[in-house]
């Protein structure tokens, strides 16, 4: 079963723009983690928020946390055509977090 | 540099044709684990391993098997493969409580 769910599903901006998407989840958790997909290729890990974290930063990066709410947002501002890809959030639980549980992702086209 | 390994990273087979693909990771890492991704239902979790010899069920486990025989390599085993595995296979490990490194993929259509 997929602990997050993400929204939006799709998501399409001029570069230039911000992207919000968001991520909500079910259970507790240790930590909140965002990755990255190009088109069926890796997924590439871009941030980490730990569970008494509420916001952190990384580079054009923006995640909040909402422990309350479960809920997490991303924040990529400035978008480039390069950012164009499928966002996934996930949740890790269990021993040394290694139950990871992903989200249904968002993508994100950034049009030039 | 800091690398997670998949063979095959493509491959057809036929139904009930035993299947290994390996993963191999040089970070030293106690976990490992495998995922599927397939479209609508995102990355589900298959198997993990928390160090050689010590591998527990994810959320996906049926028709698989895995081994944890060295702490690099965490290989997954489908003795009988069914359409239904037709999939993106992703292999990944981390260190405590980190982000996980994924390895490239590997694409495997069971006909």
């Known amino acids: 079963s997929q602990q997050g769910e993400e929204d939006p599903q799709a998501l399409s901006i001029q570069e230039g723009e911000n992207a919000t998407m968001n991520c909500s989840y079910k259970?507790?958790?240790?930590?909140l983690q965002w990755y990255r997909q190009n088109s069926g290729r890796g997924l590439v890990h871009l941030i980490l928020?730990?569970?008494?974290?509420r916001e952190k930063h990384s580079g054009r990066l923006r995640v909040t946390l909402d422990t309350s709410k479960k809920s997490s947002s991303l924040l990529i501002t400035a978008s480039r055509a390069a950012d164009t890809a499928s966002y996934f959030c996930?949740?890790?639980?269990?021993?040394?977090?290694?139950?990871?549980?992903f989200g249904g992702g968002t993508r994100v086209l950034v049009k030039p | 540099e800091a690398q997670v390994t998949q063979n095959p990273r493509y491959l057809i087979t036929v139904t009930g044709k035993k299947l290994t693909v390996t993963c191999s990771q040089n970070?030293?890492?106690?976990?490992m684990s495998w995922y599927r991704q397939d479209p609508g239902l995102g990355l589900r979790q298959i198997y993990y391993?928390?160090?050689?010899?010590?591998?527990d069920k994810g959320d996906v486990p049926e028709g698989y098997k895995v081994s944890r025989k060295e702490k690099r390599n965490f290989p997954l085993i489908l003795e009988s493969p069914s359409p239904n595995q037709t999939s993106l296979y992703f292999c990944?490990?981390?260190?405590?409580?980190?982000?996980?490194?994924f390895g490239p993929g590997t694409r495997l259509t069971v006909l």
């Open positions: 996930a949740t890790a639980s269990g021993a040394a977090g290694n139950k990871l549980t």
């Open positions: 259970t507790s958790i240790n930590n």
């Open positions: 928020i730990r569970s008494n974290e």
């Open positions: 970070m030293n890492h106690e976990y």
């Open positions: 391993s928390m160090n050689v010899e010590v591998t």
């Open positions: 990944a490990t981390h260190s405590g409580y980190n982000e996980q490194f």
